[in-house]
């Protein structure tokens, strides 16, 4: 289902403006870094079958996003110290400003650890790459948006059992599949940075994006 529902290439081009735009963009031009990661998702939990599960039994409760958080912000500077929330790759949003909230703050950290587990553990991840300068990974891109859609169809499912009572227990089991297969990727993902902050290099880069 992966491979036929998800593409593994990336857009051609950005059709969002403004802020999201820039996001996209930037995500976008991962491709052409010149490195790789030491595991793709595809094989993270053969090669580290250990990492994988702790992080995948423990990704919702948010222990594992606060620890590779800290020790990617660790492996590229100063640790906390460097600490933003969404470590600026979330622009300014109405009155919120995300890129100066929290600056150096142990408590943003795990609140954002705690409140978005998976997100932050994402965080983490593209954190990762320009440190390192990687690229994702082609299988990376259909393993994440396969989860991504399932998340999607839970949330349209359980909308619908709102309107129509009869479809909750249909709702609550996709909700189940849902989260099997974030969890599963979230595993894989901390299986992939940890293997990445053993084999160390790469040379650091601002902390905090500005795009």
Known sequence: MVFCLCPGTPPQDVKSRGAAGARNQMLLDMQDRPNEFKIDLKNACCKDPLTCCVTGLFSFCGCPACYFRK??????????DDYVCCQGYVPKLCCIDFPNTCKGSAVGLCCEGCCCPIFSLSIARIHLMDMKDIHPDPTDYQ?????????????ICNILAIFMPELEDLANLIDCIADTITASVAGCMGAQIAAELKEGGGAPQANTMSR
């Open 143 to 155: 393993i994440i948006q396969f989860s991504n859609f399932c998340q999607l169809l839970s949330c």
């Open 71 to 80: 020790a990617v912000l660790e492996h590229g500077g100063n640790g906390v």
